[in-house]
């Protein structure tokens, strides 16, 4: 519906009546509270994102996975300071590692997380 539109006249009585209703609304308001853990997830992905260095790893991954002294190189950094990158995005779900003899190899866990990145250039390029 767009914002000239207004509702049906069902909804439109219905809303007017969750406004002089208080526990109505409230009522309302809590059946589409989002659950403590689904904001916790949430809160953990958008802090993941929230490092310059960590957005800088996602990006070097967008096109292969890398090995971690590959991601020395990316980020300029010694190997302790790209372990704890990586760690708190694997912590967040958006990376994913394997071994292959002494060497660790990460890669992107879904593309989903090209999405986030991709809205967020788009979101900060119409600022």
């Known amino acids: 519906m767009s914002e000239t539109e207004s509702p049906p006249e069902d909804a439109q009585d219905a809303l ?5 209703d208080p526990a109505a ?3 309302a308001l809590q059946d589409v509270r989002p659950s403590e853990q689904d904001v916790a997830g949430q809160e953990t992905v958008f802090k993941a994102l929230g490092n310059e260095d960590r957005l800088r790893v996602l990006e070097a991954l967008r096109d292969s996975e ?6 020395q190189v990316v980020l300029d950094a010694p190997q302790s300071t790209v372990a ?4 708190k995005l694997k912590e967040a779900g ?3 590692s394997r071994k292959k003899g002494k060497w660790s190899y990460y890669r992107i ?5 090209f999405e ?3 809205l967020a250039h788009a979101i900060q390029e119409d600022a």
């Open 16 to 20: 007017e009546r969750l406004y002089d």
């Open 25 to 27: 609304r409230i009522a």
């Open 66 to 71: 890398c090995c971690g002294c590959e991601l």
């Open 84 to 87: 704890t990158h990586l760690r």
């Open 94 to 96: 958006l990376v994913k």
């Open 109 to 113: 866990a879904d593309t989903a997380v």
């Open 116 to 118: 986030l990145l991709d």
